[in-house]
């Protein structure tokens, strides 16, 4: 029996204003993780690794961040003579064009050419999350149960405010809530959603006729009318997945992945996260250069001290310099005798020597806590912690 024809569709047109400095001038989906990958490349590899090879990415705000990294698709298998990977952007020219106003609104306005694919099933998924997904059997449970949409879900013990929070019952979806200010249940949506073709077109055809405004995010009135149908199906995935969408989450992820206990291996050969690939030599780490437990990218430097850090590619660490608990993007530099704690130093930022980034941040659990440098930024003088430093 032949696989069921899949459409992935990657929604990676939001602004990821909450990522403050980090998304000013970069797509949210192109930033950096883990010192050598992107946030794209979890649902694209999750894509890959399931052996689905119809993948169509919905973009709008900084394209071309974006665009440069996926290469037409090639790290993931996606450069095809038929199919691969199909990227999507505003355009003019007919009654959809314009700018999208929400997830929800994005997939509308490529509704025809979803409904003309002629998919078994739309795999709808986010790009900013780490976690490991075997689409492929997500599908086969969603149409085995016969439902318009299965939401994957998880238990999350954390601030769930900032999630769909979801009430079950033997499998089907019997309530949902929007970001609540007091969620029913600690069960929130991993924004993956497997949706029959023909409901998810005529359930955005019926929410469009609501009004102009009605088009927004799935979670607004999409996810909703299929919950009051009761045709929603829970798929519960009990692997790690982290939302990266705030400074404090992608910084607070980036640090777990430099550990001796991360998450998951992103090399894998069972289930690999492929990337782009660097064109730069090995990191390298001398004179009186210390690193522990720490994540160093392609071409890094480090001549002084690290510690449970992520390093990008390119970045060079001077001597007499310490870095804590620190993400440091590519490119970037901490000049000699400086420290840098708990702080997320962007692309081509430049610490000056013996400046102190994050001053007395170490050890905090206050998010706030969490400074930020911008790209390109020179700073030349003391950053408290929390304190924010925005790019040239």
Do not use: C
Not at 75 to 81: A, E, G, N, S, V
Not at 176 to 183: C, F, V
Not at 197 to 226: N, S
Not at 234 to 258: E, I, K, L, P
Request: charged share 25%; aromatic share 6%; no cysteine.
């Amino acid at each position: 029996m032949a696989p069921p024809r899949t459409l992935v569709i990657v929604l990676a047109g939001g602004a990821g204003s909450r990522l403050e400095l980090l998304t000013k001038h970069r797509a949210k989906p192109a930033m950096r993780f883990a010192g050598t990958h992107r946030l794209v490349d979890f649902p694209l590899s999750n894509a890959r690794n399931a052996g689905i090879d119809d993948v169509w990415v919905v973009q709008q705000f900084h394209p071309t961040s974006l665009n440069v990294h996926l290469a037409n698709g090639r790290p993931w298998d996606l450069d095809r003579t038929r199919g691969g990977l199909l990227v999507l952007e505003p355009y003019q020219g007919d009654e959809r064009e314009g700018w999208h106003a929400g997830t929800a609104d994005a997939l509308w306005r490529f509704a025809p050419a979803i409904e003309g694919f002629g998919a078994d099933a739309v795999v709808v998924v986010s790009a900013d999350a780490i976690y490991r997904l075997d689409y492929a059997a997500v599908v086969d449970e969603h149409l085995a149960s016969d439902a318009e949409v299965t939401m994957v879900t998880v238990q999350h013990d954390g601030d769930n405010t900032r999630y769909g929070v979801v009430e079950t019952k033997d499998g089907r979806i019997t309530g949902y809530q929007l970001k609540p200010d007091e969620p029913a249940t600690d069960v929130v949506t991993t924004e993956v959603f497997v949706f029959d073709p023909q409901a998810l077109v005529a359930g955005l055809e019926t929410v469009a006729e609501q009004g102009e405004d009605a088009l927004t995010d799935l979670g607004e009135a999409l996810l909703p009318l299929f919950v009051e149908r009761g045709t929603a199906h829970d798929y519960r995935h009990t692997g790690y997945w982290q939302d990266v969408g705030t400074v404090a989450a992608y910084w607070r992820t980036n640090v777990a992945f430099a550990r001796a206990d991360a998450p998951f291996d992103v090399d894998d050969e069972a289930w690999p996260i492929s990337t782009r690939g660097a064109r730069r030599g090995g990191a390298r780490v001398s004179g009186g250069g210390e690193v522990e437990s720490s994540l160093l990218g392609p071409g890094a430097r480090i001549e002084g001290r690290v510690r449970g850090s992520v390093i990008g590619p390119g970045v060079h660490i001077h001597a007499g310099a310490e870095v804590v608990d620190s993400v440091i993007i590519d490119g970037a530099v901490v000049g000699a005798g400086a420290r840098v704690v708990r702080a997320i130093v962007d692309e081509r930022a430049r610490i000056a020597d013996g400046v102190t980034v994050g001053v007395g941040a170490e050890g905090s659990e206050d998010d706030d806590a969490i400074t930020l440098v911008g790209a390109g930024a020179e700073v030349d003088g003391d950053l408290s912690a929390g304190a924010r430093h925005p790019e040239q």
